[in-house]
């Protein structure tokens, strides 16, 4: 599976943004679809992820701001962001987990920050 995010920029603090994730390749094989993030010095930490059955699942820094769904037509997976904080502020990445796949996009940057 092959997985490419775009959507990153530079957000004033109380913005959004929409991080789309595309997804090609072994479709079939993936049980979830995540995005993770991983800010300068610390390590690669979950945001929320969303399985085969539409499920999400999200960290508790990020509920009630953030909103992952699916678009399956377009095997692509977006990461709706409200309420942008300067924390939030990260490479984010998208993952595909499933049977014989473990795939990781290049990255996107987002920056919050006035």
């Known amino acids: 599976v092959q997985l490419v995010e775009s959507g990153g920029g530079l957000v004033q603090p109380g913005g959004s943004?929409?991080?789309?994730?595309?997804?090609?390749?072994?479709?079939?094989?993936?049980?979830?679809l995540g995005w993770y993030r991983q800010a300068p010095g610390k390590q690669r930490e979950r945001v929320a992820i969303i399985t085969s059955t539409g499920a999400p699942n999200y960290a508790d820094s990020v509920k009630d701001r953030f909103i992952v769904s699916t678009d399956n037509p377009k095997n692509t997976m977006y990461l709706q962001m409200n309420n942008l904080k300067p924390e939030d502020t990260a490479v984010y990445?998208?993952?595909?987990?499933?049977?014989?796949?473990?795939?990781?996009?290049?990255?996107?940057?987002?920056?919050?920050?006035?």
């Open 17 to 32: 943004l929409r991080l789309s994730c595309a997804a090609s390749g072994s479709i079939r094989s993936i049980i979830t």
């Open 93 to 114: 990445y998208c993952n595909a987990f499933g049977i014989g796949v473990s795939s990781w996009g290049q990255g996107t940057q987002v920056i919050v920050s006035s």
